[in-house]
């Protein structure tokens, strides 16, 4: 019994120390496979340390950008909202815009339909007329529906110093829209002839009724056509019109003219007109002159009268003072002759004269 428990004892014993030595032999591998992986976590670390620090230099960069990036951004918003508000404002004036040219083109509708009548065109002529002259000439230079002594009426007349010229605004603008509005080359050929024929009738109209010659009138008229591109179109011959309505015209005395040629016309009146008033004002200077002259005459004849005088008191005022200055000695020396007469010697003598003429 005591040999098995001894035995157990030993055995235990023996358990013991090969668990000791397993536990020390395994603590010396553990130590240097901890030392190993203690190495591997410290490489670790420095690694994950350069990680983290690469991570917090790439995250600042990426805020930076970021940042930059939403300025930009803000930017481009704003310029784009500005952008906008300047392309609302436009739409909205461009719908203004749109509005108005409606209405403009509505009323141009409406003017077309008020002068389809001649009467109506031949009157916006007179205003055209009416309106060029008004800016032009100098007020009272001209009159409008001038009337002659039978009657007939002119619609401007440009008065000059001795003369007048007529000036007549009744084109007929009729034949020429349909002329414009023809189609075809036959029927733009028989428009054409009766353009010539209703101006011809006009021509010969202005050179009966406006020149007038015995009323203080030029030997010529002015037909005023008022629009340039009928006055090209009336005075051009074709190669099939059977006259020259320009050379017609000037034949009659009758001179066509557009509006910028009757502005030259009427620049020309406006410089004689103006010579004329220099002439007038030089006229009337010279008349001043001679109003000048004669009062200066006269002033020089007042001043050569004055001056004459003026002398003759000045010779007077020498005579009078000499005359003082003499009379001024001669009554110094009668108030200093009595104090020298007042001597002893002279009473003395005066008293012994007195006994002398007693006794005599």
């Known amino acids: 019994m005591e040999q098995i428990l001894i035995t157990v004892v030993a055995v235990l014993v023996l358990a013991v120390v090969a668990l000791l030595v397993w536990l020390i032999l395994s603590s010396s591998a553990g130590k240097e496979k901890i030392a190993g992986q203690s190495a591997s976590i410290y490489h670790l670390q420095e690694q994950l340390e350069a990680l983290k620090i690469a991570q917090d230099k790439t995250t600042e960069s990426m805020q930076q950008s970021l940042q930059a990036g939403q300025s930009v951004l803000s930017r481009s918003l704003q310029s784009s909202q ?87 605004a009744k084109f007929p603008l009729p034949s020429f829209e349909r002329l414009a509005n023809a189609k075809t080359d036959e029927e733009k050929h028989r428009q054409r002839r009766q353009l010539l024929k209703d101006v011809t009738t006009h021509i010969d109209k202005i050179a009966a009724n406006y020149i007038r010659p015995d009323e203080s009138t ?77 009062s200066f005459k006269d002033f020089t004849g007042s001043w050569e009268t004055l001056g004459a005088h003026l002398r003759n008191a000045y010779n007077k005022y020498e005579d009078s003072q000499k005359k003082l200055d003499r009379f001024t ?32």
Do not use: C
């Open 82 to 168: 500005e952008v906008l508000t300047r392309l609302i404002a436009q739409i909205g004036e461009l719908q203004g815009t749109n509005k108005e040219m409606l209405r403009l083109g509505s009323d141009v509708k409406r003017l077309q339909d008020i002068l389809s009548s001649p009467k109506l065109r031949g009157q916006m002529g007179e205003w055209s007329l009416e309106h060029m002259l008004s800016q032009i000439l100098p007020k009272g230079s001209y009159e409008l529906q001038y009337s002659f002594r039978d009657g007939q009426r002119v619609d401007a007349l440009v008065k000059m110093a001795e003369f007048s010229a007529p000036i007549d």
């Open 329 to 360: 000695l001669h009554l110094d020396q009668i108030q200093a002759e009595p104090q020298g007469e007042e001597k002893p010697v002279a009473v003395g003598s005066e008293s012994s004269s007195t006994p002398g003429e007693t006794q005599g």
């Open 218 to 294: 030029l030997d010529f008229a002015l037909m005023y056509i008022p629009a340039e591109n009928v006055y090209y179109q009336t005075i051009v011959r074709h190669p099939d019109d059977s006259l020259d309505i320009l050379q017609y015209a000037l034949d009659k005395k009758v001179i066509p003219v557009s509006p910028n040629l009757l502005y030259a016309y009427l620049m020309t009146v406006v410089m004689g007109l103006h010579g004329l008033q220099i002439e007038k004002q030089a006229a009337e200077i010279r008349q001043n002159i001679k109003k000048l002259n004669f």
